[in-house]
């Protein structure tokens, strides 16, 4: 058995731009390598000031959370501290209302002491403006007491030797 090898050639046609060797565009050859380089620097650059922004805008919202944490719990405090006081205003307005019901209280009891008072006021002048009447009538009681004891005994005595002569007395006249 003989076998036999056959050998064949194979050609590959090539295209005609592969075929050529890359060439750069004319005028950028010797620029390629530096304009790499300034184009990667901006990148870098760029890269640096947005992670630069970025931590900035960390910091800066860390700063805001605080301050809205530190303004919750001021609001919180002042909003006790208004319901406290509005709970103490609440108190001062009741007892400002039972401290007028008992001033209105003292007032009428005062109007009526007052009203009493002028009433036995009243009445005291009455008395004493009677007892005045009654004094002048028991001064002229006393007059005519002594005049009818001086008559009587005037009568006895002579009239020269009277102490109170009744003609000196009001109201008789002899």
């Known amino acids: 058995m003989s076998q036999g090898v056959t050998y064949a050639d194979l050609r590959f046609v090539r295209s005609p ?7 750069p565009p ?8 530096p304009l ?11 890269l640096a000031g947005a992670i630069g922004l970025g931590i900035r805008y960390w910091q800066v919202s860390r700063q ?3 301050a809205s944490e530190g303004h919750s719990a001021e609001w919180e405090a002042l909003a006790e501290s208004i319901s ?7 108190e001062a307005r009741a007892e400002l209302g039972f401290t007028r019901l008992t001033l209105q209280g003292c007032w009428t009891a005062g109007n ?5 008072l002028q009433g036995l006021e009243r009445e005291l002048r009455l008395a004493k403006d009677q007892l005045a009447v009654l004094q002048e009538e028991k001064n002229r009681m006393e007059e005519l007491n002594r005049a009818r004891s001086c008559q009587q005994r005037g009568k006895s005595i002579a009239p020269q030797k009277q102490l109170f002569p009744c003609s000196q007395i ?3 006249g002899g």
């Not at 004319?26 to 390598?33: C, E, K, M, N, Q």
């Open 17 to 23: 731009p592969e075929a050529k060797k890359r060439s």
């Open 26 to 33: 004319a005028g950028l050859g010797r620029w390629t390598w």
């Open 36 to 46: 790499a380089l300034a184009l990667l620097g901006a990148c870098l650059f760029l």
């Open 64 to 66: 805001l959370q605080q």
């Open 84 to 90: 406290s006081k509005e709970g103490q205003l609440d």
């Open 112 to 116: 009526s002491t007052q009203e009493r």
């Open 170 to 172: 009001p109201g008789l």
